[in-house]
């Protein structure tokens, strides 16, 4: 047997990659961090020593299913069903991506 995980696949998904600097760099981020951390001081800077990346992207429910050994070819249309039959598949959700695959002795 193979177990596969799987998420649902939307057409608002977001996977996107910032840069801190430009996250600081925004004047609204500036303002609502002074604001948070450093109420009432004046003539603040803010600044990174590196170029650190920031991950933005939507979060998503793993799904479980259970398969035989022999339909490793069909996996991709296995989850689409079973997502189907789940109603897991919304009005703006196409599609399935399989995340991991584990044999099961």
């Not at 009432?40 to 299913?65: F, H, I, P, Q």
């Amino acid at each position: 047997m193979i177990k596969v995980m799987y998420t649902v696949m939307c057409k608002n998904d977001v996977n996107e990659t910032l840069s801190l600097a430009d996250i600081l760099a925004n004047d609204k981020v500036q303002k609502t961090i002074k604001s948070e951390f450093a109420k009432g001081l004046r003539n603040l800077a803010l600044s990174c020593k590196e170029d650190t990346e920031v991950y933005m992207k939507t979060s998503k429910v793993v799904y479980e299913m259970t398969v035989s050994k022999n339909d490793f070819a069909d996996l991709v249309v296995l989850a689409e069903e079973d997502a189907r039959k789940h109603k897991r598949l919304k009005k703006e959700c196409d599609g399935v991506e399989l995340v991991d695959i584990l044999t099961i002795d």
